[in-house]
């Protein structure tokens, strides 16, 4: 059974940072590329990172670009986002997945795996 499981969501201020961990077990995790997907009340939901299983190529949405950090510790199984210099608009529940194509990793394709999501808000 696969679990993605985050943590260290909670309430900052803007300009402030938050780390979040997922961590994953039940499968493969070298094998997998993973990514963080966020969704604000009202709006669809948006790739933040992701990064490949084995080269670590990234990738980020524009919105996060300079700001966000995504990295992974495949002897840990787990992949973190880092969020520096948060927004109020970074505001929203985020989510980590993971896949075996880490160009499924996007906004309407059929993804492997989810996690439960963890809330981040930022206020002014």
């Given amino acids: ?24 077990s ?10 963080w997907f966020r969704q604000a009340p009202g709006q669809e939901r948006q790739v933040v990172a992701r ?9 980020y949405g524009d919105s ?13 199984n787990t992949v973190y986002l880092q969020m520096n210099g948060l927004k109020t ?8 997945a993971a896949d075996k194509t880490v160009s499924q990793l996007r906004v309407g394709a059929k993804v492997d795996y989810w996690g439960q999501g963890t809330q981040v808000t930022v206020s002014s």
């Fill in 51 to 59: 990064i490949s299983g084995t080269t670590g190529m990234t990738y």
């Fill in 1 to 24: 059974q696969v679990q993605l499981v985050e943590s260290g969501g909670g309430l900052v201020q803007a300009g402030g940072s938050l780390r979040l961990p997922c961590a994953a």
């Fill in 26 to 35: 039940g499968l493969s995790f070298s094998s997998y590329a993973m990514g």
């Fill in 89 to 96: 608009e970074d505001t929203a529940v985020y989510y980590c």
């Fill in 64 to 76: 996060v670009k300079g700001r966000f950090t995504i990295s992974r510790d495949n002897s840990k």
